[in-house]
């Protein structure tokens, strides 16, 4: 919806589409623990960490909307309300009734609470004491059309399928270590990885403060103010990586001894390394955004599929010879592609659209055919 910039399409078609969906996916959980025959409490347990995880979800459309009118304060008022209510509600819920059941459903209330409180109300979005066509019955509210939710949800498969691929990616060397190192390198790893983690949280956050700019400037066609803007996120994600290097290469083995044990800072060696390919990492990230801004789906789907085949074949070929550096090394080797990969499809991007006559859009070159300016196929 944020990279839809010049909003063909009401806010409410994208609410319904939510709602639909989300609504498919929890019936389908529920299918599953009956398939699998779970008990009633567990089945109770993971509908209620579904109905948590639906509620967010619903909020998210919300945020896109706050996104899309440069209304970061209110989201993130939101999402702060949002962390620190569930923790409360999670501790309370779970220290008076000693379940872990009521302690979700402490979740599920505040996450509820915020949404119905907070993120869908007018004043939240602007709209309190507006003309009233733009009141909640006009601006806020689901719509229904069903061509319309076909249409973006065929926009969206794309995306849905990079997320897909994305979750893959990181899930990838921690297969590799636990055939082929075990559980105690598996532990390793996942407590180095943390500092790639406390990095990207900050590039996450950045990205998606400058997308709706972006999204804006290549819309527009003002290719000088997108370009100048992705190339100061490229230097933060490359700042990042390079700061973590610095500072794991100063003080790694203190650090994992404080956060952790003894036993792990031993791997302290590791730390500049897997932040080389975080640095790597946060510039794809950043590479990322710019695509999605400038409409370019499929692509993802390409080269994330790309990203990890590299992964699991440079996994399959060190892990086993070098071990946890083989690991990292294999994660660098896939965020350098998907970098790489990234850089090409925007550059080729870029260019076209600086020689296309006026009357033309640029496409996603994977997609099955392109769109004109005014939205409709080409013939």
């Not at 209110?74 to 220290?95: D, G, P, Q, W």
């Not at 500072?247 to 790694?252: N, P, R, T, V």
């Amino acid at each position: 919806m944020t990279s839809g910039t010049r909003q063909h399409t009401h806010f409410g078609y994208y609410l319904t589409l939510r709602l639909l969906t989300t609504s498919l996916a929890l019936a389908i959980i529920f299918a599953i623990t009956q398939i699998l025959r779970y008990r009633w409490e567990l089945t109770a347990v993971v509908l209620m960490v579904g109905v948590a995880y639906a509620i967010e979800a619903i909020s998210d459309v919300y945020y896109a909307r706050l996104q899309l009118y440069d209304r970061m304060a209110e989201m993130s008022k939101s999402l702060i309300a949002r962390a620190v209510l569930s923790v409360l509600a999670l501790a309370i819920a779970t220290y008076i009734s000693r379940s872990l059941l009521w302690g979700i459903v402490g979740i599920v209330l505040a996450r509820a609470g915020v949404l119905f409180g907070y993120d869908i109300c007018e004043r939240t979005h602007g709209l309190a004491g507006q003309f009233k066509r733009f009141s909640r019955n006009e601006a806020l509210t689901p719509r229904l059309d069903v061509k319309v939710q076909l249409k973006l949800l065929w926009l969206s498969l794309p995306l849905g399928i990079v997320v897909l691929l994305v979750a893959l990616n990181s899930s990838v060397p921690s297969y590799f270590i636990k055939h082929a190192l075990g559980e105690r390198d598996l532990g390793i790893f996942a407590a180095i990885g943390f500092a790639v983690s406390v990095g990207n949280m900050a590039v996450v956050s950045l990205g998606q403060s400058a997308f709706t700019r972006l999204a804006r400037s290549y819309a527009a066609g003002n290719l000088a103010e997108f370009g100048s803007l992705l190339a100061k996120l490229l230097a933060f994600g490359a700042a990042v990586g390079v700061c973590g290097m610095i500072i794991s290469k100063l003080a790694g083995r203190e650090i994992l001894t404080i956060l952790f044990r003894p036993e792990y800072a031993e791997r302290a060696d590791l730390l500049p390394w897997i932040m080389a390919a975080g640095g790597v990492v946060y510039m794809a990230q950043f590479l990322g955004f710019g695509m999605t801004a400038a409409n370019f789906y499929n692509s993802q789907v390409v080269l994330n599929i790309l990203a990890n085949l590299s992964l699991i074949a440079a996994c399959y070929w060190l892990v086993g010879r070098q071990g946890l550096l083989g690991v990292i090394i294999a994660m660098l080797i896939a965020a350098i592609v998907q970098l790489a990969a990234s850089a090409i499809i925007l550059v080729m991007g870029v260019r076209t659209l600086a020689h296309a006559p006026k009357n033309w859009k640029q496409h996603d070159a994977f997609a099955p055919y392109p769109f004109h300016r005014n939205g409709e196929p080409s013939q």
